[in-house]
Structures are given as C-alpha cells and as structure tokens.
C-alpha cells in the first residue's frame, strides 16, 4: 500500500478501494475502544486525564480564545450521539495522496518516435543483404562506404580484420554472434559466418553504359532468367572472363543475397543494365557498334567451337526450358550453340554462359 502506483488505474485517474481496517473485528466493533459510543465519548466527550476539557480548555490555554462558532461542530456530534446508532462499514476508503502526481510506466520508453514510417519503407527498399565471406570481403574492398550493419561470427573475425577496424573507426554498427543469431540476421543458414547490410546500386541505362565504350567489349543479356543461383553463377563467369555489362529486365535480381553468395565476390565487378523493353536496349547496343548475337539449343545455328566471334557483341540467353522467345531471337545477327553429345538437351544456363564466355576471351584476350 506505500507505493504510489498502486493506487492508479490504467487512465491514470486515481482508483479507489476499499480496505478492511485491521483493528476491527468481525462484528465491526472497534478492539481498542470496545464500541463506538464507548469510544467516543471517552475521547471526545470525556474530560482530560491532565484536568479539564482537551477541546476547549487546552485550546484556551494556547490561543486564549477558540477558532471554532459556539456551539458548531461540537453541537453536531453531540446530536450523532444521541441519534440512533448503525451498523458501522468494516471498510475504509484508501486513495492517493493529492501531492503525489500520477506517472505512466512505458518500460522505460518515452516521447514518440522520430522515425518516418514512409522513410524507413524507402530505406528498406534501398538496402539489401548480402553474405558469405568472399562476397563481403570483395564488397569492403571495392565500396566499403556502402556497408550499413554488419554481423560476424567469432571465427571469421580475425580474416575480417581490417574490416572490423575500418568500421569501428567509421561508426559502423557490427555484432559479433553464434551461428543461430546470425541465421536470423542472414535470413539462411548458408551465410558463411558473416552478413552485410549494404546500400543498392541499382541498375544504370543503357545510354549510360554505352557513354564509356571499350574497343573490345562483351556484354551479356539474359531474358527471363531469374534463379538467384543461377545469376550467381553467370555473374561469376562474367568477373572471371571479363564481361562488365548484363542486361535483364530487373537490376535488382542480382543483388539479392543467394545471387550474390553465389558470385563469390564476382557481383563486384558487375554493371547492371536497366531493360525496359529488351528489344529496344538490344536496338541501341547495335547501333553503337556491338553485334547481337542470340544462342539456342532448340534452332538451327553455328556451332560455337567453329565460330568466329566478334570483338564488340551482345550475346543473348533465356532460360533452360523454352530458350529465347521468338521477338528476341530475331533480333540476332549472329546465332550459336554449343556442340555434344546430344545425351541430355540443353546445359544450365550459367555453364552454358561459361563456356561461350571462356570462347570469347580466348579469340579476344581482353586483359
């Protein structure tokens, strides 16, 4: 009953309740005073064990003259007296002290919340996750301004060292966590003992791309090819045998986690190509020189180990079960498959895409 809160209730008006008073017994009678009128009349109407009347003559004798009307209070209680006595309530009002000002308790959370909610959307939307070592190593060491979080486990961090002292001085959050809580922060169990939380780049135009034209330039475009794994895959060739630029109708695919796990580190060195229509980007590259040049397992074409590729080009590939669609296989200059056994009917896409990247480079040698 001493603490203040006690006595409030959730509007934080005070509450009142109502107790039973421990020096009454079950009848209502008053144990120290034996009755009610017992006990008032001794205190109240008897006379002072020190001699005379304690109401009025010990106030006489301090003030010399009573603040009290003659006959006021003291005339009413002597009417209750007489009057017919009730049954007194076992119980007693209980309510908080005026002085005491009521508190709510938020758990130790005060005033409201300076976050955005539209903000926080759009930054959400601007960040991505990315893992696995060699994808968070190649990502601190090509655009470490873009690390936002970051969370390791205890056993990567000395191969992170530079990392984790890069970010501490530039007031980047980390966490060091067991492999549970960083399945969580990850989203996978794949994670590699390390996650990122990064900003996107976004895909850029294909006006843009083509403003720094090299002499000797490879650029792939993919339709409708959209496994995370596999963009992985062919982002990964793309690094290895010197391909910058790929063109798909969503940038944003190769920047989800799998796809970048998957690139080992490859994703890094990758420009994404913005496609609102592929045929018209496809338009564009021709009209700056490259030659398109479209694959398929299904159509008649050029075997690839005799074919003579060319130094500028966009080579073109859909996905494994129907190919190209008939719009964009038109669109090629020159068509290619690669040559075999013929005993299963197509590759992955991201081996196939190896394979004529590798045939590439090799007539090219692009350093």
């Given at each position: 009953m001493n603490d203040?809160?006690?006595?409030?209730?959730?509007?934080?008006?005070?509450?009142?309740?109502?107790?039973?008073?421990?020096?009454?017994?079950?009848?209502?009678?008053?144990?120290?005073?034996g009755g009610r009128d017992g006990g008032r009349d001794d205190r109240r109407g008897g006379s002072d064990k020190r001699g005379g009347d304690r109401r009025d003559g010990g106030r006489q004798e301090r003030g010399g003259r009573s603040n009290r009307p003659e006959g006021g209070r003291q005339e009413r209680r002597s009417d209750n007296r007489d009057s017919t006595p009730r049954e007194r309530s076992p119980w007693r009002t209980v309510s908080k002290p005026d002085s005491e000002e009521f508190e709510n308790d938020h758990g130790g959370i005060v005033g409201k919340s300076q976050i955005d909610p539209e903000q926080l959307r759009k930054q959400r939307q601007e960040e991505t996750r990315i893992y696995g070592e060699n994808a968070c190593q190649a990502m601190f060491k090509n655009r470490p301004d873009a690390i936002v979080r970051a969370w390791f486990l205890q056993s990567v961090t000395p191969r992170f060292r530079d990392a984790l002292k890069w970010m501490a001085a530039n007031r980047k959050a980390y966490?060091?966590?067991?492999?549970?809580?960083?399945?969580?922060?990850?989203?996978?169990?794949?994670?590699?003992?390390?996650?990122?939380?990064?900003?996107?780049?976004?895909?850029?135009?294909?006006?843009?791309?083509?403003?720094?034209?090299?002499?000797?330039?490879?650029?792939?475009?993919?339709?409708?090819?959209?496994?995370?794994h596999n963009l992985g895959g062919i982002m990964r060739s793309c690094a290895h045998f010197g391909v910058q630029g790929v063109i798909l109708q969503d940038a944003g695919m190769l920047e989800s986690g799998a796809a970048i796990r998957t690139a080992e580190g490859g994703a890094e060195h990758i420009k994404a190509i913005d496609a609102d229509g592929l045929t018209s980007t496809l338009d564009k590259f021709r009209?700056?020189?490259?030659?398109?040049?479209?694959?398929?397992?299904?159509?008649?074409?050029?075997?690839?180990?005799?074919?003579?590729?060319?130094?500028?080009?966009?080579?073109?590939?859909?996905?494994?079960?129907?190919?190209?669609?008939?719009?964009?296989?038109?669109?090629?200059?020159?068509?290619?498959?690669?040559?075999?056994?013929?005993?299963?009917?197509?590759?992955?896409?991201?081996?196939?895409?190896?394979?004529?990247?590798?045939?590439?480079?090799?007539?090219?040698?692009?350093?």
């Open positions: 203040s809160n006690d006595f409030s209730g959730k509007n934080g008006k005070v509450k009142v309740m109502y107790v039973r008073s421990e020096e009454q017994d079950n009848k209502g009678n008053d144990k120290r005073r966490h060091v966590v067991d492999d549970e809580e960083l399945s969580k922060a990850s989203g996978t169990e794949h994670h590699g003992g390390v996650c990122f939380i990064i900003k996107k780049r976004g895909g850029m135009s294909a006006d843009a791309y083509l403003e720094q034209v090299a002499e000797k330039d490879c650029v792939l475009a993919l339709e409708d090819v959209g496994n995370p009209k700056a020189g490259y030659t398109i040049v479209t694959t398929s397992s299904h159509k008649g074409s050029q075997d690839l180990a005799k074919a003579k590729l060319p130094a500028k080009m966009v080579l073109v590939l859909g996905q494994e079960s129907d190919g190209l669609s008939d719009s964009t296989w038109d669109q090629g200059d020159m068509s290619l498959f690669i040559g075999g056994t013929g005993k299963v009917e197509s590759l992955n896409v991201s081996v196939a895409t190896g394979v004529m990247l590798a045939q590439w480079w090799q007539q090219n040698k692009i350093n």
